[in-house]
């Protein structure tokens, strides 16, 4: 469905690119199709699990890219590769298509709790182009509505109220990244922007990422065999009334959300605790070192999950560069189904602060 709507609006398909197995790594690395590099640091991953897209985006092979988003896997290579992404309020585009192997993919189709399928680019305005173009019922919902997506908040930047949140109690964050983040918060601050730095509605940090795992395994865990769970231990399943009782605490944080965003228009974080890690091989390392902070390698999503848990939209943006040259991104999470909010948000902060920067290239010579 994605793909006949760009193409009825005049896209040209070039291709498929490279994804990790499973889409379940944050180096998009098979034995099929190799390695993917990151243009700014071939010894670096470009993410996972949209990290051949990034990386076709980095080096201009192409000007649009479209992927998936369960655990960060837009955002992550977006902040990897110093690139835009944006993840749809839940539901919002069609994920006819998207689904493990022996699930129906047929109209209608199941939807893939958590997950949503979105546009990465090298500007806001082509995420904007490529989000109104995609998004909308499909054929067997549009029998009965449509879409009408809220315009942004406001037109200029100033007018913006941002709350800032540069800490996650469950995994540390890099002194670069912080860094970078302060900047852009100071210069926000100077233009007039209202900025915030905490709220009674924000939902628990810690909590959300524990009920977001616990989601997260049942989702991964459905097409294990009963064998292996057993020998397992059950780990990962959830019993259906587990499964209700962590959907309740998710809708409680839904509606804190609505309630924070009475106040504010966007909260702007990190997008991932660390910059792009260096290629690790077929095995995932248990943690990645930054900066001389251990980060576990499970625990990189975990800034991801404050939007998608409750299916807030989120858009990816490059924040500069670290003193290593790497690319650093954050993330504007906006209220649900405002996706345009957070896409003009930061295309007004790629107006005044610069956004995407392509990498020197240093293969070339």
Same mark, same amino acid.
């Given at each position: 469905m994605r793909r006949r709507r760009l193409k009825a609006a005049g896209a040209i398909i070039v291709g498929k690119t490279?994804?990790?197995?499973?889409l379940a790594d944050w180096q998009s690395a098979n034995h099929v199709y190799g390695v993917t590099r990151n243009?700014?640091?071939?010894?670096?991953?470009?993410? @996972?699990?949209?990290?051949?897209?990034?990386a076709a985006l980095t080096a201009g092979f192409v000007s649009l890219e479209y992927g998936s988003d369960l655990a960060s896997s837009l955002r992550a290579p977006a902040h990897f590769c110093g690139i835009y992404a944006h993840k749809p309020t839940y539901g919002l585009t069609p994920s006819r298509g998207f689904a493990p192997p022996g699930v129906p993919t047929a109209c209608p189709a199941p939807e893939i709790d958590l997950a949503v399928l979105g546009p990465m680019a090298r500007s806001a305005e082509d995420l904007d182009l490529a989000l109104q173009v995609t998004a909308g019922p499909d054929a067997h919902e549009a029998v009965g509505y449509d879409l009408r997506l809220p315009p942004p908040r406001h037109v200029a930047l100033k007018d913006y109220r941002v709350?800032?949140?540069?800490?996650?109690?469950?995994?540390?964050?890099?002194?670069?990244?912080?860094?970078?983040?302060?900047?852009?918060v100071g210069r926000l601050?100077?233009?007039?922007?209202?900025?915030?730095?905490?709220?009674?509605?924000?939902?628990?940090?810690? %909590?959300?990422?524990?009920?977001?795992?616990?989601?997260?395994?049942? %989702?991964?865990?459905?097409?294990?065999?009963?064998?292996?769970?057993?020998?397992?231990?059950?780990?990962g399943s959830l019993s259906h009334r587990d499964w209700i009782v962590a959907d309740r605490l998710r809708t409680a944080f839904a509606q804190q959300w609505r309630e924070l965003f009475r106040d504010w228009d966007v909260v702007l974080c990190p997008s991932m605790p660390t910059q792009a890690p260096r290629l690790n091989g077929p095995s995932s390392p248990d943690a990645i070192e930054a900066? @001389?902070?251990?980060?576990?390698?499970?625990?990189?999503?975990?800034? @991801?999950?404050?939007?998608?848990?409750?299916?807030?939209?989120?858009?990816?943006?490059?924040?500069?560069?670290?003193?290593?040259?790497?690319?650093?991104?954050? %993330?504007?999470?906006?209220?649900?189904?405002?996706?345009?909010?957070?896409?003009?948000?930061?295309?007004?902060?790629?107006?005044?602060?610069? @956004?995407?920067?392509?990498?020197?290239?240093?293969?070339?010579?």
């Open positions: 490279n994804v990790p197995p499973l243009p700014w640091d071939l010894s670096r991953t470009s993410g @996972g699990s949209s990290g051949g897209g990034a709350l800032v949140l540069d800490q996650h109690p469950l995994v540390p964050t890099g002194d670069s990244i912080r860094a970078a983040l302060a900047e852009r601050e100077a233009l007039g922007c209202r900025i915030g730095r905490e709220s009674p509605h924000l939902p628990d940090l810690a %909590q959300t990422a524990t009920t977001f795992v616990e989601l997260l395994m049942a %989702q991964l865990s459905t097409d294990e065999p009963d064998s292996e769970l057993a020998a397992a231990g059950g780990e900066e @001389g902070v251990f980060v576990p390698y499970q625990a990189q999503p975990l800034w @991801g999950t404050l939007a998608t848990l409750t299916g807030n939209p989120a858009t990816a943006l490059p924040a500069g560069l670290d003193a290593m040259g790497l690319p650093i991104g954050l %993330q504007a999470i906006g209220p649900y189904l405002e996706d345009r909010t957070t896409i003009g948000f930061a295309g007004l902060m790629a107006g005044e602060f610069g @956004g995407f920067a392509a990498p020197p290239y240093p293969w070339r010579g």
